[in-house]
């Protein structure tokens, strides 16, 4: 019988070795496409579930910030006495949420420390995630995003009627303009 069905079993019967081998060929790249495929999704879901724990880590530093909601500004301050200016209120937010406990005040409004920052596109904005105001060589004002749906931010603030730490739209500010956005690095 060549080629055809075994009756008693119904497998396929192999008239030649080179049948045989095509046949062991087929099932290791079956294989080898299972292996890469379930890798694939371990791959996936590992990048899934840092990509949260991220997430979280970095709306921990909104949250943060949201505490020192109604402190007063002053220039210089890092919440001592409920005042606070607006790298102050970085700084310590970044620091207080676990997120970079090693972060320098200095480097909470420089978003040229590429060290400790990385920019993103305005597409790319989360909760946590830092807005900068200025011009392309230095920072004149720092907040923190909160809803980045609504564009509020938190910031610390010396300027206008409502003076200190609250939230505002950081798209309809009448004295600053949007210079970058960026993504404190995880320490």
């Given at each position: 019988?060549?080629?055809?069905?075994?009756?008693?079993?119904g497998?396929?019967?192999?008239?030649?070795?080179?049948?045989?081998?095509?046949?062991?060929?087929?099932?290791?790249?079956?294989?080898?496409?299972?292996?890469?495929?379930?890798?694939?999704?371990l791959?996936r879901?590992?990048?899934?579930?840092?990509?949260?724990?991220?997430?979280?880590?970095?709306?921990?530093i909104?949250?943060?910030?949201?505490?020192?909601?109604?402190?007063?500004?002053?220039?210089?301050?890092?919440?001592e006495?409920?005042?606070?200016?607006?790298?102050?209120?970085?700084?310590?937010?970044?620091?207080?949420?676990?997120?970079?406990?090693?972060?320098?005040?200095?480097?909470?409004?420089?978003?040229?420390?590429?060290?400790?920052?990385?920019?993103?596109?305005?597409?790319?904005?989360?909760?946590?995630?830092?807005?900068?105001?200025?011009?392309?060589?230095?920072?004149?004002?720092?907040?923190?995003?909160?809803?980045?749906?609504?564009?509020?931010?938190?910031?610390?603030?010396?300027?206008?009627?409502?003076?200190?730490?609250?939230?505002?739209?950081?798209?309809?500010?009448?004295?600053?303009?949007?210079?970058?956005?960026?993504?404190?690095?995880?320490?």
């Amino acid at each position: 019988m060549a080629g055809g069905k075994d009756r008693s079993t119904g497998a396929k019967k192999f008239t030649s070795s080179v049948d045989f081998q095509k046949l062991e060929r087929a099932e290791r790249e079956n294989r080898f496409s299972e292996k890469s495929d379930r890798f694939y999704k371990l791959e996936r879901m590992e990048n899934e579930s840092n990509y949260t724990a991220n997430r979280l880590a970095l709306s921990r530093i909104a949250d943060e910030a949201y505490k020192y909601c109604g402190y007063k500004y002053e220039e210089g301050a890092e919440g001592e006495d409920d005042s606070i200016d607006c790298s102050g209120l970085v700084y310590r937010a970044i620091k207080d949420s676990g997120y970079n406990p090693n972060i320098e005040r200095k480097q909470a409004i420089d978003y040229r420390e590429k060290e400790w920052s990385e920019p993103i596109s305005e597409t790319r904005v989360l909760k946590g995630d830092l807005v900068h105001f200025g011009n392309t060589r230095t920072t004149a004002h720092v907040g923190i995003v909160y809803n980045r749906l609504t564009h509020e931010m938190i910031s610390a603030v010396s300027e206008g009627n409502n003076p200190g730490v609250h939230l505002s739209n950081y798209k309809n500010l009448d004295y600053w303009t949007v210079v970058m956005y960026t993504r404190p690095k995880r320490r």
